[in-house]
């Protein structure tokens, strides 16, 4: 049978296949789409035409529109007989979609459905997002997108993103060139060595990068089709995953060492030769001993950024400096105890440092003092210097050695108490009682993820400290009711930052990320908390409002980039908050010639 092309009116129809006559079994119809048993064995050649319409354009998620294609549309696009007779508004497809979502029992069957909705119609799928954030954040990313990493090889259907193992070695360049978008503005690339605080996931911690560049459109507004997700698989150590009969990923230990740098610079290189100087590269849980490398290797040459590092560090200090509208007071003036000294724990402390060092004008060596580390073997002191980790070294003050974070508290005499341990039920009553016991408004954040693994709960924290804790948590909890008054625990959630800082990069044509930028974008969230909001305890803004804070960050950091002289596109628009909301991806439909 000789191989030849079947174009159907604007359909895209695939053609007939290279295939011998046993493609004919069925009826002696042919097995156009190699659907039939007998031509499992058979290579297929799947042409498509390239025109959106017909049936390829139900089935492109940029352009399929489902029951709100016009009549007119469906005459000009070849869709009759495609779609039933009748003509919908994207409101009230919304308004189905959420209803056939809060029908789930489970947080997990939500997810599914909207990375169903994700593929099949990308417009709907953002305008969700955007009109039901507070909802549909916890689905989309933490804590219910931790669940689904875990799960990822068995609740794995189509592919999302690009995946770049170890087999592509000295081939990065030609996989990131089968990705069908050229003009990439963000990057978010993982490698699955440290996801929230589940630990190491291998490949499956695509979730993660598919997650946050879903939110750089919803919340920050970055274009869908400019953002990338990518997953670095370079093994897993994670024995049960090896052992998985659906793992997705490959079956070896982690590289490590050289193998990894060079992998790792072989992918940075091709970015930069693929894409640009200009393209954010957002690097998401990776295992501390990589992340800090990453950065600062990278940082001088590369458009880079790290979440858990930066982003953390951004909208916790954002969260303490509207904290003290409550408690009062300085930065300098307030002690600060962390339980967990990793890649958040000392990115906080680091940008709470240099921003009380330009507070105070004070060196930043000295503001560190006032910043306490507890990790797994006890308080960081002077004495245990020769054997930390490089970054947790100018966080080794002197004192006697603490083996426990009450004893911790207790010594320290913290204001400030933060947790970025990954580990949950860490803050015990008795932590809280000591804080509480000498501190009239304790500020308290418990900030690792998922809901699980935070160090305590809401209901906890303001039970344990009388009703008095300025408290704040890095996944979602429901108001509290104590002694007949109502507290609503703010969301220290990176959500805040990235998509703002993210968007603020894009529009000013940044080159490089300076810390100056991020505290641009603390003091922009900061500045978004209304009195209205501080009455309720509350020391973030309402997520409601996420995309008016998202351009007002973004025009921030725009405005320190070109400060900086490090941003490219000229001339600098006069007015950055109203560039950064006319930049911004719209999900409304679009009228089709």
């Given at each position: ?22 493609a004919t079994v069925g009826d002696g119809v042919e ?190 507004g970055v274009r869908p089709s400019a953002c990338l ?365």
């Amino acid at each position: 049978m000789e191989s030849t092309m079947k174009g159907i009116r604007g359909g895209g129809a695939p053609c007939v296949l290279d295939m011998d006559d046993a493609a004919t079994v069925g009826d002696g119809v042919e097995d156009t789409y190699g659907e039939d048993r007998a031509t499992e064995e058979q290579l297929v050649t799947p042409w498509t035409v390239s025109v959106a319409s017909g049936y390829n354009l139900l089935r492109d998620p940029r352009y399929n529109k489902g029951l709100a294609f016009t009549e007119k549309e469906r005459d000009t696009h070849y869709l009759r007989g495609l779609l039933p007779p009748t003509v919908i508004s994207q409101e009230l497809q919304e308004r189905k979609i959420m209803q056939n979502i809060r029908q789930y029992q489970l947080p997990l069957q939500r997810y599914m459905a909207m990375m169903d909705l994700q593929e099949g119609n990308g417009r709907l799928f953002y305008k969700l997002l955007i009109d039901n954030v507070e909802e549909l954040l916890p689905v989309v990313y933490t804590p219910t997108v931790g669940e689904a990493c875990q799960k990822y090889g068995s609740i794995f259907s189509r592919p999302q993103g690009l995946y770049i193992s170890l087999q592509e070695k000295g081939k990065i360049l030609e996989v990131l060139k089968n990705w069908p978008e050229r003009r990439i503005q963000v990057i978010v690339v993982t490698d699955g060595e440290r996801i929230l605080g589940l630990g190491d996931l291998g490949c499956q911690g695509m979730g993660i990068p598919v997650g946050k560049l879903s939110l750089y459109t919803a919340l920050g507004g970055v274009r869908p089709s400019a953002c990338l997700p990518i997953t670095l698989d370079v093994g897993t150590n994670n024995e049960q995953l090896l052992n998985d009969e659906f793992y997705i990923g490959l079956r070896q230990r982690r590289a490590t060492g050289q193998e990894y740098a060079d992998f790792l610079h072989e992918f940075m290189s091709a970015v930069k030769q693929n894409y640009g100087e200009k393209v954010l590269i957002q690097f998401e849980d990776f295992a501390n001993h990589n992340a800090f490398d990453l950065l600062a290797r990278y940082g001088t040459t590369h458009l880079v950024f790290n979440d858990d590092i930066q982003g953390t560090a951004s909208v916790v200090l954002a969260g303490l400096v509207a904290a003290l509208k409550l408690v009062g007071g300085t930065l300098a003036e307030h002690t600060y105890l962390f339980l967990g000294a990793g890649e958040a724990g000392t990115g906080i402390a680091e940008l709470i440092a240099l921003e009380m060092s330009r507070q105070t004008e004070t060196p930043i060596e000295e503001c560190r003092k006032k910043i306490w580390l507890v990790d797994s073997k006890g308080l960081i002191v002077s004495t245990r210097k020769e054997s930390l980790q490089h970054f947790k070294k100018p966080w080794a003050h002197e004192h006697e050695h603490v083996d426990n974070l009450l004893d911790a508290v207790n010594a320290i005499k913290p204001t400030v108490l933060i947790g970025t341990s990954g580990k949950g039920q860490t803050f015990t009553q008795e932590v809280v009682e000591a804080i509480s016991s000498f501190n009239e408004m304790p500020i308290i954040l418990a900030l690792s993820n998922p809901t699980s693994q935070a160090e305590c709960t809401a209901e906890q924290a303001y039970t344990w400290s009388k009703g008095r804790a300025v408290f704040a948590t890095g996944s979602p909890f429901d108001p509290v009711e104590y002694n007949g008054k109502i507290h609503v625990p703010g969301q220290a959630n990176n959500a805040y930052i990235f998509p703002g800082f993210g968007l603020g990069v894009v529009m000013s044509g940044a080159i490089r990320v300076h810390d100056d930028m991020l505290l641009a974008a603390s003091e922009a969230l900061a500045q978004q908390v209304t009195q209205e909001n501080f009455d309720k305890g509350l020391i973030y803004p309402p997520f409601s409002n996420i995309r008016k804070i998202s351009a007002h960050i973004a025009a921030n950091v725009a405005a320190k980039a070109y400060e900086l002289g490090l941003a490219s596109r000229r001339p600098r628009p006069k007015d950055l908050v109203k560039y950064a909301e006319s930049c911004m991806y719209s999900p409304i439909y679009r009228n089709y010639r």
